[in-house]
């Protein structure tokens, strides 16, 4: 049976019959809800922490949407039958109980010091790692393998936090790695479905297709892969600034290969260069503070990566990838252009927000809100869809 027939072939709750369907709709509630929760904590000096902003917005919300696509993406690559039903259901229910944990340790002073939430928190990654793996060798699909290590060292850059937090730290090497682990997947990922994507759609018009992805593709790869890890290691260093400046350079490079200036008429599209665009700035960015701190402060190249590149690029997967697979047209509405207007115009006051300390507060507030709105408009707008079987085929 394929991976389309299986799925189809599902005969349980609706939400269950795909991975993409729970996690894109309660990640997108989480990160509308959680943006909010901080940003009240941070202006009244509430309990919940940085670290606990951090570690959600980057190992919950984007683990989340990542394992959604991983597990909906991977049967296709691999050939083998999807997870759905029960077994999607208790990954599902590992990613909540992680969230539960860790909106309690923040909460509860008293469990600060508790291993059960790191526990509950952790196992969920390293159990999708060896989901990963297991679909990826018994597939016989070695392309995909550095997928898989992504996403072990992803969830050992979670569990790394854990320990350094636990310690007394403020887990930074744990969550620049993790962080550099997302970049660079968006890197791989984003750097087939923007491409295929686009000329599928230009194949239809008759418009410019991208570049056959080559051996410039495989050294832009390797640069990011390389400017990322010194990043993680020594971001402060002046060869780490060059690094990540060189990538960032060739991933602009890379997407102007990919024609998204004649893809205008498509939200669906254009939104994924976009989204990409906003990784090759990060890390123009990150490599500017780490040569120039005073000039560009760090928080500036991590917030383009995060609110813009992980922010801008989630949600258009999502958008694009949830009216696929329930059976809606490859078409945007007005809703998704407020989607990726507000997602976009909540990373430029956060970016804007590191670059002027006297309107810091109020960007601050600003990017929140639109920020929650971005992924709350998400919710609402598909949550139906998402919540709901396929309409049947006429």
């Not at 744990?174 to 970049?183: K, M, S």
């Not at 009216?323 to 990726?340: D, F, K, N, S, W």
């Amino acid at each position: 049976m394929k991976t389309a027939a299986a799925i189809r072939a599902y005969r349980g709750p609706a939400v269950f019959s795909v991975g993409l369907r729970p996690f894109f709709l309660f990640a997108a509630l989480w990160s509308a809800i959680a943006a909010p929760i901080w940003l009240y904590a941070f202006l009244s000096g509430g309990p919940v922490g940085l670290d606990w902003h951090v570690h959600e917005m980057l190992f919950g919300y984007t683990g989340g949407v990542v394992v959604g696509f991983l597990l909906t993406a991977v049967p296709n690559w691999t050939g083998r039958l999807p997870v759905v039903g029960r077994p999607l259901a208790l990954l599902f229910g590992l990613w909540l109980a992680g969230r539960a944990a860790m909106l309690a340790m923040a909460l509860n002073a008293d469990l600060t010091t508790a291993a059960w939430p790191a526990i509950v928190d952790g196992l969920f990654l390293f159990v999708m790692a060896g989901v990963i793996w297991r679909e990826v060798l018994a597939g016989r699909n070695w392309r995909n393998v550095p997928i898989a290590v992504m996403v072990t060292l992803f969830a050992l850059a979670n569990a790394g936090f854990h320990l350094e937090r636990d310690a007394g730290g403020v887990a930074n090497l744990p969550t620049r790695l993790g962080l550099a682990v997302v970049a660079l997947l968006i890197a791989v990922i984003g750097g087939r479905v923007t491409p295929s994507f686009t000329r599928n759609w230009q194949a239809r018009r008759g418009g410019p297709l991208p570049a056959v992805a080559g051996r410039f593709d495989i050294v832009t790869l390797a640069a990011t892969a390389a400017g990322l890890a010194a990043w993680s290691l020594a971001p402060a260093h002046p060869a780490t600034g060059v690094l990540l400046l060189a990538a960032g350079g060739l991933n602009l490079l890379r997407l102007a290969r990919w024609r998204g200036d004649a893809t205008g008429a498509e939200p669906l599209v254009w939104i994924l260069h976009l989204g990409y665009l906003w990784l090759a700035a990060g890390l123009v960015l990150t490599g500017l503070s780490s040569g120039a701190p005073g000039l560009v402060p760090p928080s500036v190249g991590v917030h383009a990566l995060t609110a813009g590149a992980i922010g801008v690029m989630t949600l258009a997967v999502m958008t694009r990838a949830s009216r696929g697979h329930t059976g809606r047209p490859l078409a945007a509405g007005p809703v998704e252009v407020m989607i990726y207007g507000l997602v976009n115009a909540a990373a430029l006051a956060r970016v804007a927000g590191g670059l002027s300390p006297s309107a810091y507060q109020p960007l601050l507030m600003v990017s929140a809100a639109l920020w929650s709105g971005a992924f709350l408009a998400f919710a609402i707008a598909y949550g139906p869809m998402l919540l709901t079987a396929r309409p049947a085929r006429s």
